[in-house]
């Protein structure tokens, strides 16, 4: 993806336009600041301008929807994402209505959320539910009357996936479990297909999971290792060691849906410029 990505920037480059991608970074959490650099190199990676404005901890509601607004004006900004989580004096929700829908390649604007929900091929998808569906079908797995089983219901990733996997032309028939989930593993033994978005470390393991069914596991949890040279590691919520057995395909983590995220955002950004170019 990147690659064709890359090819897609340099011939809209040649037309003079430079795809932008602003991120803002409000205080100073130390694994949203990673989630930024991260961001930004593949902006570089692929020829895209990224630039990230950071804003102090103590920064106001007000204070951050009026750079929201600067970008919105800003004609080389082509897409905005404020990184989540901001400070508790700001309400992501009323910060999130200001981003104008045309530059929200994160897809959380109710506008892009509702344009989902019904289908609409112009609504920006949030991106890590934008990426499963990708890895879905570029490994050829069979959506079409598959039960898929969502572990999770966040707006990023739950709920969204929900609502992508039962569109027609989709045609997955949809469970989505929670915490107050009566017997989630006698769910789960009955998913085709398992989305595990929970944020638990390997809440699900190899004996859940129906044999030849296919695993997508967005969940990213550091857990304690002092054999590892950091003293952690990185694991999803499914055990990936007793799950690869029984799946046909499944996502490692780290790896898998992480990636696929940030290249659904650059193809988003990508998106956005095209379409700004064409108005
Ligand atoms: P979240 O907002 O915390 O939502 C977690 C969901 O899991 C909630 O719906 C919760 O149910 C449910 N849940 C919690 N414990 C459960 C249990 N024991 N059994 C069944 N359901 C349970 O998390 P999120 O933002 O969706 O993220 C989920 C995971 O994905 C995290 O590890 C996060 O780091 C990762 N993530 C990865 C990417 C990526 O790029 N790969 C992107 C986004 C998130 P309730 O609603 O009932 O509380």
Redo the contacts with the bound molecule.
């Keep these: 993806m990147r690659e064709r990505l890359a090819g897609e920037v340099s011939a809209l480059k040649a037309k003079g336009i430079v795809p932008g991608l602003s991120v803002v970074l409000v205080g100073d959490d130390p694994a949203s600041a990673v989630y930024v650099r991260n961001k930004n190199a593949a902006c570089d990676e692929v020829g895209m301008k990224g630039e990230t404005i950071r804003m102090r901890a103590n920064t106001t509601q007000a204070e951050l929807i009026d750079v929201v607004h600067t970008l919105n004006r800003r004609k080389d900004v082509h897409g905005i994402l404020v990184q989540m989580p901001l400070p508790k004096q700001i309400d992501s929700d009323t910060v999130l209505r200001h981003i104008d829908p045309a530059k929200d390649v994160d897809g959380f604007h109710p506008v892009n959320v509702g344009g989902m929900l019904v289908g609409n091929p112009e609504a920006f998808v949030p991106c890590?539910p934008a990426g499963v569906m990708v890895l879905l079908r570029e490994h050829g797995v069979k959506t079409a009357g598959a039960h898929a089983v969502i572990?999770?219901?966040?707006n990023?990733?739950?709920k969204p996936m929900m609502a992508l996997l039962v569109q027609p032309g989709v045609d997955a028939t949809v469970t989505v479990?929670?915490?107050?989930?009566r017997d989630?593993a006698a769910h789960i033994r009955q998913a085709d297909i398992v989305i595990a978005?929970?944020?638990?470390p390997r809440?699900i393991t190899g004996d859940m999971i129906k044999p030849g069914a296919v695993v997508i596991d967005?969940?990213?949890?550091r857990i304690d290792d002092p054999s590892h040279p950091k003293g952690s590691r990185l694991v999803g919520?499914v055990d990936f060691d007793s799950a690869r057995d029984v799946a046909s395909l499944i996502t490692p983590v780290p790896g898998g849906?992480?990636p696929m995220?940030i290249a659904m955002l650059l193809e988003n950004t990508l998106q956005a410029a095209k379409r700004a170019a064409g108005r």
């Design positions: 890590t572990v999770g219901r966040s990023i990733v739950g479990c929670h915490s107050r989930t989630m978005a929970v944020g638990k809440l967005v969940g990213i949890n919520d849906v992480g995220t």
